[in-house]
């Protein structure tokens, strides 16, 4: 399941972000899709946790599903940059990955645009059938883990991929959700997804966080609470 968020992030924000990940050559040379080292913990003076807070507190009070954990915690929080040329990734779910992470699904995404986002610049995209108010994000996670195969050299980055002949049909009904700079789609682990290729001259620039209940949780980012404004 998956629905778009009434508000934006801020202009000045998202801006923020931009103008730091411009700032830093590694970001944009040296990682692919992921930059899972971009929010971090680790070198505090370089976590850009300050950044995420503000994102985070434009985000978080629209989301009633996250409001009804015990312990909210955001999981990881990572940049997604999709270089030039770059193919479209795999239809996937999340929760092939991240069943690691924890025994029952609590994790979900929000993926938000950090630039206007379209199909040719490597847009994410859903189903229409999946989507759903907002107001009903309790529903999240209610749902089944289908069939995926390995292929290692799966282009785009995501090697577990919905097996076929499933995958050939829920790719009937997927179609790139286009955004303005700011606009953010919250999904559940469930809700199997892609995103198509770059074709524009720069990358594309997006990041999404994962919410999930902390309480019996011994790793993650950071407490909700600790982003209180």
């Not at 929080?77 to 479209?88: F, P, Q």
């Not at 919250?186 to 990358?203: C, I, K, R, V, Y």
């Amino acid at each position: 399941m998956w629905c778009k968020l009434p508000k934006r992030v801020s202009k000045e924000h998202v801006d923020a972000l931009v103008t730091r990940i411009m700032n830093d050559e590694s970001t944009l040379q040296k990682h692919g899709l992921f930059n899972k080292k971009f929010f971090s913990d680790l070198i505090p003076s370089q976590s850009n946790l300050d950044l995420l807070k503000l994102i985070h507190l434009d985000l978080w009070p629209q989301m009633s599903y996250g409001s009804s954990f015990a312990l909210p915690v955001i999981d990881h929080a990572t940049l997604l940059i999709k270089k030039r040329n770059a193919v479209e990734t795999g239809l996937h779910q999340d929760r092939i990955y991240w069943t690691n992470r924890e025994r029952s699904a609590t994790l979900f995404s929000v993926w938000i645009a950090l630039e206007d986002m379209t199909f040719d610049k490597g847009g994410i995209m859903f189903s229409e059938e999946t989507r759903i108010a907002i107001d009903d994000m309790n529903r999240f996670n209610s749902g089944l883990l289908y069939e995926h195969i390995e292929v290692k050299t799966a282009p785009g980055g995501f090697p577990l991929v919905i097996a076929d002949p499933l995958a050939s049909r829920l790719k009937q009904s997927i179609h790139c959700v286009e955004l303005k700079k700011g606009e953010a789609i919250a999904f559940d682990s469930f809700e199997p997804h892609m995103s198509g290729g770059n074709t524009q001259n720069l990358p594309r620039l997006a990041m999404k966080i994962a919410y999930c209940e902390g309480q019996k949780r011994t790793k993650y980012l950071t407490k909700i609470e600790r982003f209180k404004d």
